[in-house]
Every structure is written in structure tokens, then in C-alpha cells.
């Protein structure tokens, strides 16, 4: 078996690629899903309810799809540069303690200045915590050849210790009654939800928003082309006049900016407060999101919603039918690597021979 | 060749396709005992398709192959190797830090072999070389020798595995003439000891010398077999071009005006062998210098520095004037063209669309700016048409103006690093600046070089005042080469400075005007081309006194 580059390859196979790898995972996870003795179609189904079946079903994915969102960019613009951040879970806590350090001093101890003043810098101080947390790693890459996937995937460890420590120092809460859980935001600089008597806030609109911003930023603007020049092919761009290592200081600061800004808008449309579990490992799904997008940002919307409905759809569904939540896991990792493998089939063929 | 004479390879209707493109077609070749088959044709036209399906990278869709009589099992490289085919690359697969012998050795041995047969392998080594006159010294570091000796040593690796046929693809592109010599008579031994060779290259008169019989591929097919005896290259040409070629007419230059760019007692830090030593050169506009020596004797630094990506340590560099800054934009805001030698990894970025690529190096000047946003946001419409222009004008075909630049063939993607840098987009103001002068090539087949865009006058505004051009022909057909050296001799007689740096002797004879030639990091005195001989360039080549 061999795999020989293809000349040509037809519209068609880019539009039959991604449906291709959904069926693959549907038939691979339909197994386990027979294995734990469960019917596969109402197994489906109910996973297909519990996702988008319902008001409450579709606000409860999408408010589980906007960090994800977040992340998945902040992965995307990073890949697509060439700048392996794995450390999108260390910077969303930076941003969600920088978000409560601004916003969330209680009892006339802190900031007490207009929402309209303060709402702004408590998401900058988010932005530029996740940032800085990426620009080291990026700067050291970028002058000494240091690998970032090590430098950001050991920081995420650091920044969950320093987190841990300051929920018990610092920022704790002292009405926890001893949970490490940091001081709250204040109320009004929570955001305002999207649908009444649901979670789902308006962060929704922000992660959208700056999908459609990113979008803008790479495909029509001249560091947009910098970013992707220089990840494709780092001498070339060089040689056609690409600055470098503005660059990457750039892709650190929007990369690391928009994890931090899923800590924030998690802490300000959600929890209002930090915990050590308020991130059921986002930065590490957003990986996984910017892959099975392409790294296209407005893909990253779709594969953000995708990745959301399957976690939540399957929640409920192992309620009702007794197959384990993993089943999320596996449907998930299992659409990566058969997107990934159909992406490769439209550029390679297979022979046999 | 009489009739007794052995046949020791027999392709018969060896077809390949990828998906609708036929890269092989039916081609049925035979190679006698003691003989040497030249396999001409220009980039494309299958040769190394061929050599990959006879070397078992690559399964033929139909045919077959007969070695020593023998069926030859398609796909298996180690088939090969045992049934005695030896393939010397163009570019040495030599691990530098290795000795002579180790390099032989490598990849011959069985894994599994506890300690390596050092002493037996050495006499074998030693007796291999004497038997071909191929002198070496088994315990001297590869990284230590000449590229000539790395080639010996390459064709030492295959004789050592018993090769009987022996492949060598474009062996004197990296060899001074006097190497190329030394490596024909070589050849003639190994021929005389009843091995057969196939020998690839696209330099005509090399070929007709060294080889028996010459055949020619022209897209994908076997179209024309002859012994050399008797050929000319004028009938060689014709076959692989499929029609005639005039030569390239050497023409002086007009009038050589002031200098553009002076290099004074300049020297670089050393990557490897290749940098400069107190080199000084002016550049002159109206004018060609072109820099002959083998690569890897500081030419690569010497581009690197007039292309904005390496600075100098000590000596001076100037541009009309002013200090040479090492910035790519500032060289191109300055009207400075750049051509680079490896045009897959330094000319385009391959995943970028054509479009971009064709615009990439004047994103950051007026010319694309947004009036809103100045140098942030691409006004895109504008961007595409100048691609488009670019394209037209220069001839670039291909999958389009969204293609990758990737899927572009060499001679397009030269074509349109070529139209990058020497084509001014419109101005700010929407004037339109001026095109260099596109005479219309050498006949190009159905081509209409000349799209919508009308040759403007000369020597005008925002036409490049140097063009640093570094191999700028390496690996291209001849119709691709005629074009590029045209544009060359057109953007001088507008008024440009050229510099061109080219391994190969033919094309700096035929367009310096000035004609220097480097070794070791030292710069010759750049004299006219007139005052040169190819035996001196020869000689300085190898480093002996200038």
C-alpha cells in the first residue's frame, strides 16, 4: 500500500471529505454504542435531542460551545502560523484570574468605578493575561529555536498550581465557607443572558463576533498575510519582506488574548468566580476544535457547536439509555483523526499495488 | 552497437499515469552491455518518472521491465539495487560528518551484523577504485572533499553494490569544466569494463560527447532514438522542444551608465564554506555582471546580502548612494528585483494562492494600502489585478489566479517570481506606472506571451534599478530559459543593473557583460566578457590564481 499525490483534485471530493468522515465516526461509535447493549438509533437520537431538541437543549450546547469557540481561535490563529500553543488551558485561567483581580473586589475595598469604565479593562486585563503567558514561549521560540509545545503545554501545570494557590491565598473567597473559590465579580459587569431562564449570556455573541474579526484579520489584511505566509513557509515570507518576529509577537498576543478572553467571559456570563474546575480542559479541546475546523475561524463556529452538542446531547442521552458519557470522547476524537484522514484523501490516493 | 551485443535492460511499453496525466507513454527503451544512453528532454517530459519506475519508487500502470533477462519486480527498490541498478543523484545523499568508507558502507551492511567488516570493506573499496580509476581516500571526512570528489565517492557507493547500470542524473551541473572532463574519462572506463550507463541531461553538447546513442522524451512520449554519431544539437534541440530553437543572440550592452550598487572590501560570516572575503564589485546601470563558480563558493552570501537577508560583517555596501539596509521591503521600495536560487523555498510561499505570491513582496509599500487604513488593510481588487497583469504579461500558466503556488511548474513559478519583481504595480494615485519592455521571446508554440498589457516605453519610473538574479534558468526547459534570459537583457537595455550568478558557463558567457568568477569566498576582478576564455574561467573556477 502506498500513498501517491494527486494531480487534480475535484470539487467534489471537498465537499464528500468532511460527510465521509461524519458517517466513519457514526458507524465506529455505533459499535460501542451496540457493545454497551444499547439500540444505536434511539441512542443517536437521543443525543441528537439532548443536544439541539429543545430550547433548554440548544442555549445549554451553545453556552457550552462559546469557550470552546474562544479556544478553538485562539488554537487556529496559533496552527496557522505555525506556532504550536498547547497552552490555551493555562491562558484562560490567566485571563479568568486577571478577570476577577480587575472586576471582582468586594465591600469598597476594590475598584469601584463605572461598569462602562471597568466592564472594558476587566476584558483587556484578561486579554493581555492570556497574552503574556504566550509571548514568552513565542519569544523563545522565535530568537532561540525553544520548543513551544513544551514551554506552553508545562505552563498550563504552572498556571493550575498558581491558580490553586492563590484560591486559597489571595483571592479566596471568605464567605466559601473553605471551598478554594476566589472572590465573585461584581454583579454588574456580569453579562446579560440571551435567552431568559437559561445559562446562555451574551459571551455567545462575543466569541462570534470575534471568529467573524479573526476571519477578517487573516484572510484580508496585510499581517493577516504575514501570519499565514510565515506559517506556511517562514524563509519565503522572509524573503518577501514579512517581519518575522513581529509576527509571531503578534500571533502570541492574539492567540493568548482570546484564551484569556474565554476565561473572562466564562467567570462574567457563568461562574462569576474561579474555580480550580471551571474548565473541563477548553484549551485542549480548542485544539481539537481548530483541527476538525481546518483552522478556518468561521469553522471554528461550526466545530465549536459540534463539539459542544456531542458532550452535552450525550449527557442526557446516557441518562436515559445506559451508554457511558465517554461516548462523547470517542465520537470526538474519533471525527478528528477521520476528518484529518479524509483531508488527506483528497490529496493522496491510495494504491493497493 | 553490432548485433552480438548483449542487451542488459529492456523497458517495453512502460505506461504511467497519474490520475488524467500521462507522465509516461508507452516508451519502450533497450541498453546494451558497455554502452552510454543519454535520455534527454526538457522538465516534464517524464524523465524522472521513468528512472523513478525503474528504480521501483513508482509501479508502472503498464509494461514491464527485464534486467539481465530477468522480469524485474516492479516496486521494490532493493529489487533493483540486487539486480544491479546503481542511481547517482544530482544531489549527493552523503552524510557529511561520516568518512569515505563509513558513507560507502552505510545502508550496505545487514542491521543485525554485530560489528561492521571494516578491513574487508576497505580492500573492496580500494580494488573497486582502482579497477575505475577513481582514486579516494577511504578515512577522509566527506565533508572535507570537493564536489567533484563527493560525486566520485557517490559513484563509488553504487560500483561498491555491485551496480552494472549506473544512472546519473544531471551529474556535471555541479562540476568546473575541467571535473566534467575528468568524470567523461571515467565514464569511458567504466564502459570499457562492460557497464552500461544512462546518463540525464539537458546540456546538448555533453551529450552528444559522452554518450552512444541519445533518446528523447517530449511529453511523455519516446520521440526520437539516433546514435549520437552524427547528431547535431540543433536536431537535438528540435526533438525536445518539438520545434526550432534559435539560439539566444548575444547583444552588447548599449550604454553603461553610473553605478547603482558598490560593494567595498566586503566579507560575511562563514555558514560552512559559503560567504565572502573582502569582496569588492560595482554594479553598473545598462549594464550585466554575471559571477560564474561552482556553488558553494560564496554565492549564496553574495545574494543573500544584495536581497536584504544577510548583512555584511566588515566592508561597505551601497545602493545609488545610501548604505545598503538589510531589509527585504527597503530593498524593494528602493526598485531592487530579486530572483532567488531555490524558487520552492525562498521564491513563493507553495500554500498561498498565486495571486498572493504575485503580490506578496509590495504588500507593505503604497501600492495595495487601503486609503482608510494605510498599510493594514489589502485593497484587494487592485492586488488581483496586478497578479492578473503579472500573469498575462509574464506568461504564467497554471491552475489560475487561486491555485497554489505549489502546483505551478518550475518554469511558471520562475515566470511569476520573474513578473513579481520586475513589474511595478499601479501607483497610488491609479497612474500606471511602467512595465518593463516585453519583447516577445522565442517562438512559444500556441503562446501569445503578450496578454492585454501593452510594451511601454523604457527605462521609466518604477522599473527596477538592480536585478539580483541567482540561478535564475537552473532546471528550466529551454522556451522557460529563453524567457527569463530575455526579460534579463530587456530590463538592462531599460536601464537596470543586473546581476546575475549562474553555475552555469554557457549562460554567463552568452549574457555577461562583465564577467567575474568566484572561488572560495574571493570575488575575481569583473572584466569584460570578451576578455575571458572558458579554459580561464575554468581554471579560476578551481581556484587557481586569477
Given at each position: 500500500m502506498r500513498l501517491e499525490k494527486r494531480n487534480h483534485t475535484s470539487p467534489a471530493a471537498y465537499v464528500l471529505a468532511p460527510v465521509g468522515a461524519v458517517v466513519f465516526t457514526l458507524v465506529v461509535s455505533a459499535l460501542l454504542v451496540l457493545w454497551a447493549g444499547a439500540p444505536v438509533g434511539q441512542t443517536y437520537a437521543l443525543l441528537l435531542q439532548g443536544a439541539f431538541g429543545s430550547v433548554f437543549a440548544l442555549t445549554e450546547t451553545l453556552t457550552r460551545a462559546t469557550p470552546l469557540i474562544l479556544t478553538g481561535l485562539a488554537a487556529a490563529v496559533a496552527f496557522r502560523a505555525?506556532?504550536?500553543?498547547?497552552?490555551a488551558e493555562g491562558q484562560l485561567y490567566a485571563g479568568a484570574l486577571a478577570a476577577v483581580a480587575v472586576g471582582g473586589m468586594h465591600g469598597g475595598t476594590g475598584l469601584e468605578w463605572s461598569p462602562y469604565v471597568l466592564f472594558p479593562l476587566m476584558m483587556l486585563a484578561a486579554a493581555l493575561a492570556g497574552a503574556a503567558l504566550l509571548l514568552g514561549p513565542a519569544l523563545m521560540k522565535a530568537?532561540?529555536?525553544?520548543?513551544e509545545v513544551v514551554t506552553t503545554l508545562l505552563l498550563n501545570f504552572i498556571m493550575l498550581l498558581l491558580v490553586s494557590a492563590l484560591l486559597d491565598g489571595?483571592?479566596?473567597?471568605?464567605?466559601?465557607?473553605?471551598?478554594p473559590q476566589s472572590v465573585a465579580l461584581q454583579g454588574d459587569l456580569e453579562l446579560s443572558k440571551l435567552?431568559?431562564?437559561?445559562?446562555?449570556?451574551?459571551g455567545l455573541l462575543w466569541a462570534v463576533s470575534l471568529a467573524v474579526m479573526l476571519w477578517a484579520l487573516l484572510a484580508r489584511t496585510v499581517p493577516g498575510f504575514d501570519i499565514r505566509a510565515a506559517g506556511a513557509n517562514a524563509r519565503a515570507a522572509a524573503f518577501a519582506g514579512v517581519p518575522i518576529t513581529r509576527t509571531v509577537v503578534l500571533v502570541a498576543l492574539l492567540s493568548g488574548g482570546l484564551a484569556g478572553l474565554a476565561g473572562a467571559i466564562e467567570v462574567a456570563g457563568r461562574t462569576s468566580y474561579v474555580t480550580l474546575?471551571?474548565?473541563?480542559?477548553y484549551g485542549y479541546s480548542g485544539i481539537v476544535i481548530a483541527m476538525l475546523a481546518g483552522l478556518h475561524p468561521l469553522g471554528v463556529i461550526a466545530a465549536g457547536t459540534f463539539v459542544a452538542g456531542v458532550l452535552v446531547g450525550a449527557d442526557s442521552m446516557s441518562r436515559a439509555v445506559?451508554?457511558?458519557?465517554y461516548i462523547a470522547d470517542v465520537i470526538v476524537a474519533t471525527s478528528l483523526i477521520a476528518v484529518l484522514v479524509a483531508g488527506l484523501l483528497t490529496q493522496y490516493r491510495v494504491r493497493w499495488k | 552497437m553490432t548485433e552480438s551485443t548483449a542487451t542488459v535492460l529492456r523497458l517495453s511499453g512502460i505506461t504511467k499515469r497519474f490520475g488524467k496525466l500521462?507522465?509516461?507513454?508507452s516508451i519502450s527503451l533497450t541498453l546494451a552491455r558497455g554502452e552510454v544512453l543519454a535520455l534527454l528532454g526538457e522538465n516534464g517530459a517524464g524523465k524522472s518518472t521513468l528512472m523513478s519506475i525503474l528504480f521501483g519508487h513508482y509501479v508502472a500502470d503498464e509494461g514491464s521491465i527485464e534486467i539481465f533477462g530477468k522480469p524485474l519486480p516492479p516496486g521494490q527498490p532493493r529489487a533493483a539495487l540486487a539486480a544491479g541498478i546503481g542511481m547517482v543523484h544530482q544531489h549527493f545523499t552523503l552524510?557529511?560528518?561520516?568518512t569515505v568508507l563509513d558513507n560507502v558502507l552505510l545502508g550496505s551492511e545487514?542491521?543485525?551484523?554485530?560489528?561492521?567488516r571494516r578491513s574487508e570493506a576497505r580492500t573492496k573499496l580500494l580494488a573497486v577504485s582502482q579497477q575505475f580509476g577513481l582514486?579516494?581516500?577511504?578515512?577522509?571526512?566527506?565533508?572535507?572533499?570537493s564536489v567533484g570528489e563527493r560525486q566520485r565517492v557517490e559513484i563509488l557507493k553504487a560500483l561498491y553494490r555491485g551496480a552494472r547500470i549506473l544512472i546519473l542524473d544531471e551529474?556535471?551541473?555541479?562540476?568546473t569544466p575541467q571535473e566534467s572532463e575528468a568524470l567523461f574519462d571515467t565514464l569511458a572506463q567504466m564502459v570499457a569494463q562492460g557497464l552500461s550507463i544512462i546518463f540525464i541531461s539537458h546540456k546538448l553538447g555533453e551529450v552528444l560527447r559522452v554518450s552512444h546513442r541519445v533518446a528523447v522524451l517530449r511529453q511523455s512520449k519516446l520521440v526520437a532514438e539516433a546514435?549520437?554519431?552524427?547528431?547535431t544539437q540543433g536536431q537535438l534541440a528540435q526533438w525536445m522542444v518539438g520545434h526550432a530553437i534559435e539560439a539566444a543572440e548575444r547583444r552588447p550592452a548599449k550604454k553603461v551608465r553610473e553605478p547603482i550598487c558598490t560593494l567595498t572590501n566586503v566579507s560575511t560570516a562563514p555558514t560552512g564554506r559559503d560567504r565572502l572575503n573582502d569582496v569588492s564589485l560595482i554594479l553598473r546601470a545598462g549594464e550585466i555582471v554575471a559571477i560564474a563558480g561552482v556553488?558553494?563558493?560564496?554565492q549564496v552570501a553574495l545574494a543573500d546580502l544584495l536581497c536584504g537577508v544577510r548583512s555584511a560583517s566588515t566592508g561597505q555596501v551601497t545602493l545609488r548612494g545610501a548604505p545598503l539596509q538589510a531589509r527585504p521591503a527597503w530593498l524593494v521600495s528602493q526598485g531592487v528585483a530579486r530572483i532567488p536560487e531555490d524558487r520552492h523555498a525562498v521564491g513563493?510561499?507553495?500554500?498561498?494562492p498565486v495571486w498572493e505570491n504575485a503580490v506578496a513582496e509590495r504588500l507593505?509599500?503604497?501600492?495595495?494600502?487601503?486609503p482608510w487604513f494605510r498599510v493594514f488593510w489589502v485593497k484587494r481588487r487592485a492586488a488581483r489585478q496586478h497578479a492578473q497583469r503579472v500573469a498575462e504579461t509574464f506568461d504564467?500558466?497554471?491552475?489560475?489566479?487561486?491555485?497554489?503556488?505549489?502546483?505551478?511548474s518550475g518554469g511558471n513559478m520562475q515566470k511569476l517570481i520573474l513578473g513579481r519583481a520586475l513589474m511595478p504595480p499601479q501607483d497610488a494615485a491609479g497612474n500606471s506606472a511602467q512595465a518593463p519592455r516585453i519583447a516577445a521571446g522565442p517562438?512559444?508554440?500556441?503562446?501569445?506571451?503578450?496578454?492585454?498589457?501593452e510594451p511601454r516605453a523604457a527605462g521609466?519610473?518604477?522599473?527596477?534599478v538592480l536585478i539580483v538574479a541567482h540561478q535564475?534558468?537552473?532546471?528550466?526547459d529551454i522556451g522557460a530559459v529563453m524567457f527569463v534570459q530575455q526579460q534579463l537583457i530587456n530590463a538592462r537595455d531599460a536601464g537596470a543593473a543586473v546581476l546575475l550568478i549562474s553555475d552555469d558557463l554557457d549562460e554567463v558567457l552568452a549574457l555577461g557583460d562583465r564577467v567575474a568568477v568566484m572561488h572560495d569566498g574571493h570575488l575575481s576582478e569583473a572584466r569584460p566578457?570578451?576578455?575571458?576564455?572558458r579554459e580561464a574561467i575554468g581554471l579560476a573556477m578551481a581556484g587557481a590564481a586569477h
Open positions: 505555525r506556532l504550536f500553543n498547547i497552552g530568537r532561540l529555536g525553544v520548543d489571595p483571592m479566596k473567597d471568605p464567605l466559601s465557607m473553605g471551598w435567552v431568559p431562564q437559561t445559562r446562555l449570556h451574551t474546575d471551571m474548565s473541563p480542559g445506559g451508554v457511558p458519557t | 500521462v507522465a509516461n507513454d552524510a557529511d560528518n561520516l545487514p542491521l543485525w551484523q554485530p560489528f561492521s582514486p579516494i581516500s577511504p578515512d577522509a571526512k566527506v565533508g572535507s572533499l551529474p556535471t551541473a555541479v562540476l546514435p549520437a554519431q552524427g547528431t556553488s558553494g563558493n560564496g513563493v510561499v507553495g500554500d498561498l507593505r509599500g503604497p501600492w495595495f494600502a487601503h504564467v500558466r497554471g491552475g489560475g489566479a487561486d491555485a497554489p503556488a505549489r502546483s505551478l517562438p512559444q508554440g500556441d503562446a501569445a506571451p503578450l496578454g492585454g498589457s521609466s519610473v518604477g522599473a527596477p535564475p534558468t537552473w532546471g528550466l566578457a570578451e576578455g575571458w576564455t
